[in-house]
DNA sequence: ACAAAAGTGTTGGATTTACACCCATGA
DNA sequence: TCATGGGTGTAAATCCAACACTTTTGT
């Protein structure tokens, strides 16, 4: 059953990665970002989430903000530690252990000036409309999806998919795309507000014809866990 | 910023481990099982939780499954991935990256006949008293049992630390444990009976002087997500 | 008959849902 | 003045928390 003592080297067997799903929701619709492989690849033309090695200097968390930024032009960005995915043959080229991380945010933080080492091109996609994926990325996107669903009702992560002031109806709508299904406004209002996890910034947002909506932003940055729906 | 492409072996740099988390509740106190490290490591007459190196064949799922059964004799048990640990200088031998896991059991599943290859000695230990830790797991120990006391709340796992078939009592007894608080038990049994993850079996437990209980167990061995207190 | 835990209902207060109209603005 | 989204209150229904006594058994 147990074979002779292994070396250190015969335990060195695996290469990390790092995954991340990236998410945005644009035009009411949640979307991730994704890589297009590179064309030697065996996943040629297939797409990925944005991702790569880890080299030994860092942890799975720096590994996956570099790659961010190296491949996406992405910094700055909501990211928490989803799952690692371990499968013997998730990559067929060799054994790849990949740490998945979930990020958000609202705007295209992609800058077109960063090298973008490691994919044809990015793009938004959103969830329902996905592209044929390469390794297991359609796992990790769908346990992002279960996270992203579950922790926006009882955390204060929605701001991370918000600008920094944000209308009430903007709120409302995160939650309606997420949750994907409509809230009466007046409830949804006093819900939110009995959380405290709101302040009014005193400000308002004009557009176009419209009555100007007063703007809000969160009270904390940090992670908050309370019920908000 | 970039080096010369690295070589394959250049990013096998890491050994993969794995740490179990192994709750169980005993006399009242929820409990950990905990390994004395070998005097001849740096981290001699500490104390780790039962874990180990993952091989090449292995999941981390799996290789946490053996190092259970070798190390502490223990089997089938209801298992759940936590986090991965991968701070650059969390073993002090080198980098090792660790997948950490929940385990939950009812009794003692140790084995007395296996080789329990590892560790000095296996022990219990309420979690709060626990004995100095090697490695950095107290954080993986934190980590667990804050995940543990959330999820007794929305899900059904309050099974894998009972018996499969349990009294009211029992059941409640879980939940005030793992809450910290005390629970009326009409409006519990009221709460958990709307649940529907019970059923009656029809049977009873007798214990010495007093009126017969009746034994419950669950519906589902599956995690059912669903709100309970 | 008593000791010990098992089992059971009701009520008042709090929370939640459902629902419709006026407001402020720019064109 | 009109079109557009912004903003507000109330009543009915539901849910939840608090609370104490009777039952069953073995000794």
Not at 121 to 134: C, N, Q, S
Request: aromatic share 10%; proline share 4%; with cysteine.
């Amino acid at each position: 059953m147990k074979s002779p003592k292994p070396t250190l080297e015969d335990l060195r067997f695996a290469v990390l990665a790092t995954d991340v799903v990236c998410f945005r929701i644009i035009e009411g619709k949640l979307s991730v970002l994704l890589g297009k492989v590179d064309a030697k690849s065996v996943f040629a033309s297939k797409w990925a989430v944005i991702g790569g090695l880890i080299s030994p200097k860092d942890t799975a968390d720096e590994a996956a903000r570099k790659h961010l930024k190296n491949k996406a032009g992405i910094s700055d960005i909501y990211m928490e530690q989803l799952y690692t995915f371990s499968n013997v043959d998730r990559d067929p080229r060799g054994r790849v252990v990949s740490v998945a991380y979930m990020a958000l945010t609202n705007i295209d933080p992609r800058s077109t000036d960063t090298n973008k080492a490691g994919y044809v091109e990015t793009k938004w996609f959103p969830v329902d409309e996905l592209p044929p994926l390469a390794y297991d990325h359609d796992e990790i996107i769908a346990y992002g999806l279960v996270r992203l669903r579950n922790k926006i009702r009882y955390t204060n992560i929605a701001q991370f998919l918000l600008p920094d002031r944000f209308t009430f109806s903007q709120l409302q709508s995160v939650y309606e795309v997420l949750t994907g299904e409509g809230v009466d406004k007046r409830n949804f209002r006093k819900k939110v507000m009995a959380t405290n996890l709101l302040k009014d910034t005193g400000e308002v947002h004009k557009e176009g014809i419209m009555r100007p909506a007063a703007l809000y932003s969160f009270t904390s940055k940090k992670i908050i866990i309370t019920e908000i729906l």
